[in-house]
């Protein structure tokens, strides 16, 4: 009820503001017929068309209600901003990720190393001795080779065969290599009969007196056969750039029969050396051949 008071309170004072005013307009708008008279055109056209007097608005009282005017019309709602034709956008969903699998072995490939950098060039010492090629190995000082003398230049005997006289035919050293030595019976001194630079590699009695003995050069392998008379006379009955090997002879000593191969080759043929001293192939073969 207070509140319906206070608007009727506010209605009635708008009303009585209308009412002053209009008695206020009222006042402003009368005036005398001598006044009307001389004025200029507009006020004739007023007094030919006089304004209906004013009536009179009679006070509210509490309990009236002022009638507002109603819309015929719903007014127009407020336009509003058309929305934006646009294409929603489509966000990507990521690819699923493969779940790890612990059956099998989990597979790494190696990356493929770095190519090394190319070594400088270097010189190369080259050495050769006999058949032996060394290549970049330093020459040992005197010291050491003096040194390990008393351990390699051991001594050592071979027998090689009997000799004619009952003594036997054995290899020694006494100096750096091999040399052929005879013994003429139990217990009697060495007599060396061969002084080479390289080693004796066997040796054969005759039966006519004569040693027969082959050795290489350098320990190259490729065998030379030589034949030792008792006068101490020694003659070389092979080629050299030759291989000889597996000699044989008569029971006279007076023929000898070896094997013999060419470098270049792997074919032996069969040699023969007659009582004159002539050398002949008697036999051409193919591969290792040796005679019985």
């Known amino acids: 009820m207070k509140k319906r008071s206070t608007s009727r309170n506010i209605i009635a ?23 009307l008279n001389a004025a200029p055109g507009p006020i004739r056209s007023a ?18 209600e002022i009638a507002f005017p109603t819309l015929e019309s ?91 006289n009952g003594g036997m035919i054995i290899t020694t050293r006494f100096g750096n290599t091999n040399q052929l030595h005879v013994v003429a019976a139990p217990g009697a001194a060495r007599e060396q009969i061969t002084f080479y630079d390289e080693p004796v590699a066997e040796a054969h009695a005759l039966p006519n007196g004569q040693i027969l003995f ?39 000593g007076s023929v000898l029969v070896w094997s013999r191969a060419v470098k270049g080759s792997a074919d032996f043929d069969v040699l023969m050396r007659d009582a004159s001293g002539a050398t002949k192939v008697i036999h051409k073969g193919q591969g290792q051949v040796s005679p019985v």
């Open 47 to 64: 007094q030919r068309n006089p304004a209906p007097p004013a009536q009179p608005i009679a006070p509210l009282a509490d309990d009236d």
């Open 214 to 252: 082959a050795k290489d050069t350098g320990g190259d392998e490729w065998f030379q056969l030589f034949l030792r008379s008792a006068d101490g006379k020694t003659v070389q009955l092979t080629e050299p750039g030759t291989r000889n090997q597996s000699p044989v002879w008569t029971k006279d």
């Open 13 to 35: 004072l708008l009303g009585m503001g209308l009412i002053l005013f209009g008695v206020v307009w009222a006042c402003l708008t009368a005036s005398k017929p001598g006044e």
């Open 74 to 164: 719903e007014p127009e709602p407020l336009a509003s901003t058309p929305p934006i034709d646009a294409e929603p956008l489509e966000m990507a969903s990521p690819a699923p990720l493969d779940e790890p699998s612990f059956d099998e072995p989990a597979v790494f490939e190696p990356q493929p190393a770095a190519a090394p950098a190319p070594a400088p060039a270097q010189t190369v010492e080259r050495r050769e001795i006999g058949n032996q090629i060394l290549e970049n190995v330093p020459v040992a000082p005197a010291s050491i080779r003096e040194g390990l003398a008393k351990y390699q230049n051991a001594r050592a005997a071979g027998f090689d065969d009997w000799a004619q």
